[in-house]
């Protein structure tokens, strides 16, 4: 069971050390500094000072593949509904863990095989009569993440929650750190990749077809939440009937100023995401477009 509240904090607390001016981090030595981090973290598996070895078991805990992995999308309200999901007394997460592994990040230039496969599952450690996850949102547009999770882990249950694709991209440009001159069109490339939704799904097809994977749409998880957890509980095989104390205590909004959208640009944003909402709504029958003004009846 997970105490977002404690973790929030102590997320926030070593992100304010790992931003502070140089000349004040320059006080501390950066041994001292990453032991301090590693007390108040958890460390990103994105930011200098992380370690890619793997905790060491507890009393009574095992380690093995992840019963559920979060895949997706970006700016969704993931950390909200991973926590959401880990507070429930049948699921364990350890609290210095990051939600997010990107453990198959390097793989996509580097070998994978047995090793691998049990490195990313000594991440894992839960106790027992208990379930345990992660949620790592750039795994759904990554290609070559499917078959490897699958060799890693291929009866776990997989998580989407997507977004209304220009509401996403609008969040997620603010997300990104923003450079002058050639890179910002690589930036906003990347922001707007990510709203791909089908295509990237498509790449999931083994999960579908098993019955592996749900969809969830982030406007509804936000109008109903009691509902849209409950049905991610029974899709986890947990108990539906629990309800955690932070259910409408969204997670980690976007802090950053979100630019205005020119009226034209996000015409073309919807003309270009159209096809791909279409081919979303074959994917998930039950996708309510009224929820996405950009896209629903007008």
């Not at 290609?143 to 699958?150: E, F, G, N, R, S």
């Not at 909402?277 to 996708?287: N, R, S």
């Amino acid at each position: 069971m997970w105490q977002p509240d404690v973790v929030g904090l102590r997320t926030a607390l070593g992100q304010a050390l790992h931003r502070a001016p140089e000349g004040l981090r320059q006080g501390l030595p950066r041994p001292v500094r990453d032991r301090v981090r590693r007390r108040i973290g958890p460390f990103a598996p994105w930011e200098a000072g992380f370690t890619h070895t793997p905790p060491s078991l507890g009393a009574g805990e095992r380690a093995g593949p992840p019963d559920f992995v979060g895949i997706g999308v970006q700016k969704a309200g993931t950390t909200w509904w991973f926590g959401l999901v880990v507070d429930h007394p049948g699921v364990f997460h350890r609290a210095e863990i990051h939600k997010e592994r990107h453990y198959f990040a390097r793989y996509a230039t580097e070998a994978f095989g047995p090793d691998e496969v049990r490195g990313y599952h000594a991440w894992f450690p839960r106790p027992t009569a208990t379930i345990t996850g992660e949620w790592t949102p750039d795994y759904a547009y990554q290609p070559w993440v499917p078959p490897l999770l699958d060799a890693a882990a291929p009866d776990a249950r997989l998580l989407v929650m997507v977004r209304d694709p220009v509401e996403r991209f609008v969040s997620g440009v603010a997300h990104s750190e923003m450079v002058p001159g050639s890179h910002r069109g690589t930036v906003l490339a990347e922001a707007l990749w990510r709203g791909f939704y089908a295509t990237s799904l498509r790449r999931w097809d083994t999960a579908f077809e098993a019955g592996r994977i749900l969809v969830l749409q982030y406007e509804r998880c936000v109008a109903d939440p009691e509902g849209e957890l409950a049905r991610t509980y029974r899709f986890l095989g947990l108990d539906d009937g629990y309800r955690p104390p932070a259910l409408r205590r969204v997670q980690s909004p976007t802090r950053q100023a979100k630019a205005g959208l020119d009226e034209a640009a996000r015409r073309r944003l919807v003309e270009i995401y159209a096809a791909e909402v279409e081919g979303l709504t074959e994917l998930v029958p039950d996708l309510d477009l009224g929820l996405w003004p950009n896209f629903g009846p007008r």
